[in-house]
């Protein structure tokens, strides 16, 4: 009985608002009232000389590939997300792909180049994994794991010189 006494005036007050408040729902006498404009038939021709009152509008198609969006931070999680699956399983290849995808669409995130730089690094690309370890200690210099990736980052380059200096 009490919440009654409540809801009433509050909906009251409410439908007050409403009805005061929108100018499309004010009662209007049937002389003040404008006829529906006319339509003409889309099958019809168009009089050449008539002016021109309807432009088209450009269709609006989804960018895509190179014309995408360059931040969308929805699609990126997406990408890490799926991208961690990969490497759950092994495929590293296609985890890679995926933290390249969360890398372009949205580069000012640390958190894909980190995991790109260690699937790289478990692939053997080396120097690949150095500019990844690189540019997230670039994003991210106040990181936990900043001195550990440091560490790597040298041994990766250590093992890098070796290998060029075996190759002369």
């Known amino acids: 009985m009490k919440s009654t006494l409540l809801v009433r005036p509050i909906l009251t007050a409410l439908g007050a608002i409403l009805l005061f408040c929108s100018p499309n729902l004010s009662a209007q006498q049937p002389s ?9 038939s889309s099958s019809k021709q168009r009089d050449p000389d008539a002016p021109d ?60 180049f980190r995991l790109l730089a260690g699937a790289q690094d478990k692939r053997g690309r ?20 900043a001195g550990k990736v440091r560490k790597r980052i040298d041994k990766l380059q250590q093992e890098l010189d070796k290998t060029r200096r075996k190759s002369r």
């Open 32 to 40: 003040q009232q404008e006829p529906p404009p006319k339509q003409e």
């Open 126 to 145: 080396k120097k690949d994994a150095v500019k990844s370890y690189t540019h997230y200690l670039e994003i991210y210099p106040q990181a936990e794991d």
């Open 53 to 112: 009152t309807y432009k088209p509008q450009p269709k609006k198609i989804p960018p895509s590939g190179a014309e995408a969006p360059a931040f969308d931070p929805l699609r990126a999680e997406k990408d890490i997300e799926v991208g961690r699956y990969y490497m759950r399983k092994g495929d590293l290849d296609a985890a890679i792909d995926r933290f390249l995808d969360a890398t372009q669409v949205r580069p000012n995130y640390a958190l894909p």
